[in-house]
């Protein structure tokens, strides 16, 4: 893929203003639409492209890793992560297994006896997934220190940069697993 940031005159920058990510996309897609003289739809595609990479924290961070030309490489999560895992992994389990015994429940009465367990699944990934939220965001707003690091030329910011993106990976999946299994439940 090209340079995401140069396609929308943006400055390379692991944090990014969201409302000047869509201000430069806006600007960029108009000139470069079909519709528009001297449009080129594959053009328009390239800006499109780069505007979902640029707008989520854990592909920017992707993109970024590749423009540095930093090789791509397994990371470990830490503790606090894996404990998360730890509850995350059989709620969701509890959901597939819940979901299968409503799917099962012939009368309405069997349905009535599965509802204080429902609303237990809930609750339980509805914390799960603002303790996902809470440490997404926290990890967010270190973007802006790991931005000066790497213009300051801070050796250890590029490996700093590809933990980071890692554990934002298993945040933005994680986040849309909760997400799924709690819709799964209405």
Known sequence: MPNAFALLGLPRAAA???EALQQAWLAASRSAH???PGGDAARAAEINSAYETLQAPEKRLKHLLELHEVPWCTVPIDEGMMSLFSQLGPALQ???SFL??????????AKAL?????MQLRDQLEALGTTVDEQRTQLLTTLPDLDSRLSSGDTTALSDLQILQARLAYFSKWQAQVREAFLSLM
Do not use: G, H, I, T
């Open 94 to 96: 509890n959901v597939a």
């Open 16 to 18: 990014l203003d969201d």
């Open 114 to 118: 599965l509802a204080p367990q429902e």
């Open 100 to 109: 299968k015994r409503r799917q099962s429940a012939a009368s309405a009465l």
């Open 34 to 36: 079909p519709d528009q």
